[in-house]
């Protein structure tokens, strides 16, 4: 069973940094695309950010490219998410997510079936 742990999470003005982790234990995720989304109160859940199996590729949502930057180490079993330049507007719940492998699209919550706990996020103005 694959059980992922998010960590880093925490309030910071705006302008600030923070670096989320995310922990994969049980059987690797080598082979797998890895996503963060994010769940603001009130609004669905929206993907952030997406790396290949290899971090070959990256793929990330519009408002948050060139801000965030996902990473992964694969000896480690961990990825990461450096989020920078933070805006009011990225106040949210953090999720890491492992893809299932059943399509080519990284972007809807569907296609990932392990999900974290999830890590709160607060930027204030």
């Known amino acids: 069973q694959v059980q992922l742990l998010e960590s880093g999470g925490g309030l910071v003005q705006a302008g600030e940094s923070l670096r989320l982790s995310c922990a994969a234990s049980g059987p690797p995720l080598t082979t797998r695309t890895m996503g963060w989304f994010r769940q603001a109160p009130g609004k669905e859940r929206e993907f952030v950010a997406a790396?290949?199996?290899?971090?070959?590729?990256?793929y990330y949502a519009d408002s948050v490219k060139g801000r965030f930057t996902i990473s992964r180490d694969n000896v480690h079993n961990t990825v990461y998410l450096q989020m920078n330049s933070l805006k009011p507007e990225d106040t949210a719940v953090y999720y890491c997510?492992?893809?299932?492998?059943?399509?080519?699209?990284?972007?809807?919550?569907?296609?990932?079936?392990?999900w974290g706990q999830g890590t709160q996020v607060t930027v204030s103005s």
């Open positions: 997510a492992a893809h299932s492998g059943g399509s080519v699209l990284v972007t809807p919550v569907r296609n990932y079936n392990y």
């Open positions: 790396i290949t199996w290899s971090g070959g590729s990256t």
